[in-house]
Every structure is written in structure tokens, then in C-alpha cells.
């Protein structure tokens, strides 16, 4: 009935490294969400203005509410 309770400590403990991501497998994806984080700015700041791409008010009544939480005025 003697069991150990902690487990048994290693005298090679291993030390975990991480794994070389490449710069070239990541800035096509970083441009990417880059690119697809200006474009929803893009919509929730100033969509419905001056520089309104899409005529009518759908644009504005879908992003409203992320306008104001987002700080932007919109009416």
C-alpha cells in the first residue's frame, strides 16, 4: 500500500524549445488580416459619409452599435 504520491523527479529534465516559425510563412497571412482589419475599420468608422462606397443606410444600420463601442459618432 505504499504508493508514491508525487511523481518520481528526472535527472534529465527537458528543457521545451519552440519551433522557428519562418517569416515568410507568416507575412502573407499577417498582410492578410492586416488587410481585413482596415477594411472592417473601414466600415464601422466611416462607412454612410463622405466617402460612402454604397448608397442607403443598410452599411450603417448593420455596424451602429460597434460605432458606439468603438467611440465612433455617428448620429
Not at 523527479?9 to 482596415?38: C, E
Request: aromatic share 10%; glycine share 10%.
Amino acid at each position: 500500500m505504499a504508493e508514491a504520491v508525487a511523481p518520481a523527479v528526472s535527472t534529465n529534465p527537458s528543457v521545451a524549445v519552440p519551433a522557428a516559425l519562418p517569416v515568410r510563412a507568416v507575412l502573407p497571412w499577417a498582410v492578410f488580416g492586416g488587410l481585413l482589419m482596415l477594411i472592417a475599420l473601414y466600415f464601422v468608422g466611416a462607412e454612410q459619409g463622405a466617402t460612402s462606397v454604397f448608397a442607403g443606410a443598410e452599411v450603417h444600420e448593420w455596424v451602429h452599435d460597434g460605432r458606439h463601442l468603438l467611440g465612433f459618432p455617428c448620429h
